[in-house]
């Protein structure tokens, strides 16, 4: 079972920041937070990951509670093209460790 | 970022009839990949772990008769869906580790079956 609870869904007007929630508060020290999204009938993408410092690149943001018991990802300037199902995703970094999807957070950008 | 390809990206083929869908990490070796399922409107479920030189592991409810893996490089899984049903209809989605990194997996493209 997926160790994170996020909204089925959000709407974002095109232009503004998406802040998308996620909980993990079962995560242990030793697990990362990744995120990665997927638009229609593609391969998910990684956006992003850390353990317990906030991290930016060139897609998003990821702000960890100090507890990281929850996280958000940032979207600073949503587009049309970054409509897409939004996963969280908790994992150690075992080598050869999987992902377990949950449902995601549905993200529609409004234009 | 690491590249993995899938192919082909959209297959047709009769019911009872066998196909084969590719895995290749382009730039990367890559000693584990992860095959998954996604079913429409539902979140991608994991079939089974690749692992070259060595048997695939399973999870549990996919039949590993039906579902055929092998990992004969560490480049290159392949997964055979066998006497291929309408409900094997799905889009089949593999992901591999770039060793040596902090652990984000990379995911293919895709690939469409659709069985009539």
């Known amino acids: 079972d997926a160790k994170t609870t996020q909204p089925p869904s959000m709407d974002c007007a095109e232009g503004r920041a998406a802040n998308l929630p996620c909980n993990h508060s079962t995560i242990s020290g030793n697990e990362y937070v990744y995120w990665y999204r997927q638009i229609h009938s593609q391969g998910p993408q990684y956006i992003i990951h850390?353990?317990?410092n906030n991290e930016t690149n060139e897609m998003a943001s990821l702000i960890i509670t100090e507890d990281r018991k929850s996280s958000t990802l940032i979207l600073p300037h949503a587009t049309l093209r970054d409509t897409a199902v939004y996963y969280c995703i908790v994992r150690a970094t075992n080598y050869g460790q999987n992902f377990v999807f949950g449902p995601g957070t549905r993200l529609s950008v409004l234009p | 970022g690491a590249v993995v390809s899938q192919h082909p990206s959209w297959v047709i083929c009769k019911s009872g009839t066998s196909v084969k869908i590719e895995c290749r990490s382009l730039?990367?070796?890559?000693?584990?990949m992860f095959w998954y399922r996604q079913f429409p409107k539902q979140s991608l479920m994991l079939m089974a772990t690749?692992?070259?030189?060595?048997?695939?592991?399973?999870e549990q409810g996919v039949e590993k008769d039906k579902f055929l893996i092998n990992h004969a490089s560490l480049t290159l899984s392949t997964l055979t869906v066998t006497s291929a049903h309408p409900e094997d209809s799905s889009f089949y989605i593999c992901?591999?580790?770039?060793?040596?990194?902090?652990?984000?997996?990379?995911f293919g493209e895709g690939s469409r079956l659709t069985v009539l």
């Open positions: 992901s591999a580790r770039e060793g040596g990194g902090t652990g984000e997996l990379f």
């Open positions: 730039d990367f070796q890559a000693t584990t």
């Open positions: 850390g353990l317990k």
């Open positions: 690749s692992n070259e030189g060595s048997k695939a592991t399973y």
